[in-house]
């Protein structure tokens, strides 16, 4: 009896792994990431940089999984700031040189608009997304791959912080589509 | 087929829009002298001028007294008129003070004539890089048609053999007769005297932190942050050896007449910057009169010809910060060097 019921439990723990689908869709209203709230593992992916090279942030957009941590090297033979007053994310990492690195963890999901006090024509931008069932929406199509299957809350964002945000059911196999 | 399955559960809708602050105004810390006094070093490579690192013998002492002789000698041109010195003058901080220099029988040059002080720091040389090191360098304007116009070696051999002086002095340090390369050498080893050491610039750098004011002190932060300046004008003779389009209105092809490639068209050397005070006019084709001028022209980004460098940008410096920007310029003034200018 007891030997059954672990059988059992074994296999919904096997098959809740193998039950997951894709999210798929077209963002054509200029959205930047679609991301996925609700029930979902979390797990933060390794640091990642942006550099300064030439004045400018290299590159000029990321997104970033709460929790993961953004190194902002400076590579250039001038002097840069980081800084950012986003609702999302205030931060000012001082002024610092060739060769030297500052990092931050980003722990809000949203949109962080950061720029060089120093050099107006610096800025990025970084979507802060709440877990690693995102996708870049930037070319007009994405695609979420291996959600399991559920429930959530389909998020857009657009590079101007404005969002839209669609309620999915994600089946155990195949894929939903969404357009935004 | 079930995993193709395309779901078709309900989907709501909602739009939320929220508003996002863009360009708030952040705290000022950060770039403060204080800051760039902790530092360890100066960013974009600025220091101190280091020291000439030559052996101070007899036979090197020789040499730079015939190079010191060759650069101030009228005889290295075809018509006696003109030496090295006459567009790089000491009187001049070793440039001339004139927009375009004037070269055979008065024709006139087509770039402004650059400083020699601290060039045995800089490797390529010429607006346009065409000579890799001093010796390289220095012949060429004896041989230009349009400068001292000597047509020929043997030319240049026979004026140094009329005078009983020059045979003596190159069998002395090059235990040869004299030739046009060993010209070049011996010039080449006066020119490396010419430096400029002892800035209140190399004096900060060697840690006096009064050896510069304020508005110099406030300069340099934005020499090497804001204005971005460090980006070209590195290390410590304020040049990467680098080339670049500034934009300004020219028909010179600068940089693209030594390489023929299209990047490089209208592209100049970064100058040193080092006794930049003492040296107007400026840029490749002399066009600006004062420091304020070119301060302003960087500021809005340069000019408008094609081929623009991406390091020009707007730098969006207020009037009080052009002002420090040239007050830490003409900090970079440094100690002329002494030599007696006849034998």
């Known amino acids: ?23 798929t869709g077209s963002a054509s ?55 950012s007053g986003s609702a999302t994310k205030q931060l000012n990492l001082g002024v610092y040189e ?28 970084i979507i802060v997304v709440p877990n690693r069932f995102y996708a870049d929406a930037r070319a007009g199509a994405f695609r979420i791959a291996g959600v399991p299957a559920g429930s959530y809350r389909l998020v857009a964002m657009r590079l101007d912080g404005t969002r839209n945000i669609k309620k999915i059911i994600v089946p155990a196999t195949g894929e939903i589509a969404a357009a935004f | 087929m079930h995993k193709l399955l395309l779901a078709t559960a309900a989907i709501l809708f909602a739009t939320t829009p929220i508003p996002t602050p863009t360009r708030p105004s952040p705290d000022r810390g950060g770039l403060s002298v204080a800051a760039l006094e902790r530092l360890k070093q100066l960013p974009g490579g600025l220091a101190a001028l280091p020291a000439a690192s030559f052996p101070v013998t007899p036979v090197r002492e020789a040499k730079i007294r015939l190079g010191h002789d060759l650069f101030f000698d009228v005889r290295l041109s075809m018509d ?12 001049h901080a070793f440039a001339d003070g004139r ?68 045979p003596a002095a190159f069998r002395q340090v090059y235990g040869s007769r004299p030739n046009l ?37 406030r300069g340099l932060l934005l020499f090497v942050g804001k204005a ?16 670049y389009n500034l934009g300004v209105d020219s028909a010179d092809d600068g940089r693209y007449e030594v390489t023929k490639n299209a990047a490089d068209r209208g592209a100049f050397k970064t100058p040193t910057l080092r006794n930049v005070a003492l040296t107007a006019p400026y840029l490749h084709d002399g066009s600006m009169a004062t420091l304020e001028e070119v301060v302003d022209f960087y500021n809005r ?22 002002t420090d920007l040239v007050a830490f310029l003409r900090a970079l003034t440094g100690t002329m060097p002494r030599f007696a200018e006849k034998r």
Not at chain 1, 9 to 21: D, E, I, K, R
Request: glycine residues 8%; proline residues 7%; hydrophobic residues 40%.
């Open chain 1, 1 to 23: 009896m007891i030997n059954r019921m672990w059988f059992v439990m074994a296999v919904l723990l096997v098959s809740s792994v193998a039950f997951a689908g894709d999210v």
């Open chain 1, 29 to 83: 209203g200029g959205y930047a990431v679609v991301w996925l709230e609700g029930a979902l593992p979390r797990s933060v992916p390794p640091p990642m940089s942006i550099a300064q090279r030439d004045v400018r942030f290299a590159p000029d957009f990321a997104i970033v999984v709460a929790g993961q941590r953004v190194e902002f090297p400076n590579d250039d033979n001038v002097a840069h700031n980081v800084y």
């Open chain 1, 98 to 125: 060739k060769g030297e690195s500052r990092s931050v963890v980003f722990d809000q999901p949203g949109l962080v608009q950061l720029h060089c006090w120093l050099h107006k024509r610096m800025s990025a931008d």
């Open chain 2, 80 to 91: 006696n008129s003109m030496s090295c010195a006459t567009c790089h003058a000491p009187e």
């Open chain 2, 99 to 166: 927009r375009y220099p004037s070269g055979f029988r008065g024709k006139t040059l087509r770039r402004n004539s650059p400083t020699v002080l601290n060039a045995a720091y800089t490797v390529p040389q010429f607006w346009d890089g065409r000579a890799t090191g001093l010796e390289a360098q220095a012949t060429m304007p004896i041989m230009s048609n349009d400068e001292m116009n000597m047509g020929s070696e043997d030319l240049v051999v026979r004026r140094l053999e009329e005078d009983a002086s020059y």
């Open chain 2, 181 to 217: 390369k060993l010209v070049g050498d011996a010039v080449a080893a006066f020119e490396q005297t010419l430096v400029t050491p002892d800035s209140p610039f190399d004096r900060y750098a060697r840690g006096d932190r009064a050896a510069l004011d304020d508005r110099q002190k």
């Open chain 2, 228 to 243: 971005a300046c460090t980006q070209c004008h590195s290390g410590p003779n304020f040049t990467d050896g680098g080339f």
């Open chain 2, 301 to 322: 980004g340069g000019g408008a010809h094609p081929g623009k460098s991406s390091r020009i940008f707007e730098l969006d410096l207020t009037p009080a910060e052009r």
